[in-house]
């Protein structure tokens, strides 16, 4: 850690007012907390795995066994699993408006 002078940071009018609380002492001024974006979530992949979860979910709820969600997706059987129990523990259950399947988070008022 780096001592650095008040007067050479800092604008006078701030200086002067710290001055009023800490005159001539030392003091820690810890860096701002950054905000890391998620993962996926500056590329789109995180949408675009939220959709492919979705569209499995859908399949799944239509009568397709996870045999035939391991073709067409090329994921493992335990992969496939873990995204419908994932789902089905959210609340997302199967809607049709219109006659076009959408997928409804419960409690969020999300469609996709």
């Known amino acids: 850690m780096n001592y650095k ?4 940071v800092l604008p006078p009018s701030l200086l002067k007012e710290l ?7 030392l003091i820690y001024i810890p ?11 500056l ?12 569209d499995i979910y859908r399949c ?3 009568g397709l066994t996870l045999a035939d969600l391991e073709k ?3 994921l493992s059987v335990e992969s496939l699993r873990k995204i419908v129990v994932k ?23 999300v469609h996709s």
């Open 87 to 109: 789902m089905r523990a959210a609340g997302v259950r199967l809607e049709t408006a219109a006659g076009s399947p959408a997928i409804r988070h419960e409690g969020s008022g």
């Open 5 to 8: 002078n008040g007067k050479d």
């Open 31 to 41: 860096k701002q907390q950054e905000r890391r974006a998620a993962w996926g979530e």
């Open 43 to 54: 590329s789109g992949s995180r949408k675009l795995i939220q959709r492919r979860n979705e």
């Open 60 to 62: 799944y709820l239509k």
């Open 72 to 74: 067409k997706f090329h």
């Open 19 to 25: 001055q009023k609380y800490i005159n001539g002492e």
